[in-house]
């Protein structure tokens, strides 16, 4: 009983297979013909950036069997290779938050893009695997959201959360009184906006490209340029552009 029971199970996940098998055949067939498969597209990805992260949203429009018409969101931030992260301690015990040692301000941005998915490669794969270039350009917002540190006043005794400026320069760099970074919430009534514009191309290898399930990871680069200088440390030079190199890791669906 327990072994056709078995033979049962294993036959229905032959069938299953078969079935996705027969499907994938018949989506390769249609596209061979010039038959629209998909007609829209939705993603979420997040990005490992060689000067930070990101995360994203993207949702495209198939214009022909090759081409399609994308638009995105991105939210992350941008990191100086220069930050020296620092944990407070005495005798040799952890007192306080970590903290970057010289960092002037968060540099985040928030980015809205339009272009085009183009397939290069994988028409009439049947392992599925499609690489395309992705390429396209928009609007930036840059975000300075100035750094705080928690000290302890050497003249007043008084623990207090100061950021970089005239008046505070000496304490702000000075190791012996710091206690550790701020709160994260704190700054975020001061942030400075910065307007720019962005583009981007890279490369996508989507691993499922005949289902309805997106699965994908997408290398590029990415530039920015903004209206004002963005400064992240101290004592590095401030620039008005950033480039970068980036990984992603993308999942969605199709329609």
Known sequence: MLNAQTDDQQLTRKEKAQKRKDKINELIKEEEEGAMIFHKQGLFGFKLNTDGWGLMYEHGRYKTITKTNIW???????KNNKQ??????????????PYDYGKENNFYYFKVGFGSQYLIGGKGNKNGVAVSLIYGGGLSLGMLKP??????????SQVQDIKYNTADSSLFMNQGVILGSSAFGKGFGEIKYVPGVHGRLAL???YGRYNKTVS??????????????MPIMIWN????????????????NRK
């Not at 995105?72 to 941008?78: I, Q, S, T, V, Y």
């Not at 750094?147 to 007043?156: D, G, K, R, V």
């Not at 994908?216 to 200088?229: H, M, R, S, W």
């Not at 030079?237 to 969605?252: K, M």
């Open 72 to 78: 995105w969101l991105d939210l992350g931030e941008h």
């Open 216 to 229: 994908a990871i997408e290398a590029g680069v990415n530039f920015e340029y903004y209206t004002d200088k």
């Open 204 to 206: 996508r290898f989507d």
């Open 237 to 252: 030079e401030a620039h008005h552009g950033t480039f970068n190199g980036y990984i992603a890791i993308e999942f969605g």
């Open 147 to 156: 750094y705080y540190l928690q000290i302890i006043n050497p003249t007043t």
């Open 84 to 97: 020296d992260k620092i944990t407070p301690s005495s005798n040799g015990y952890p007192v306080g938050n």
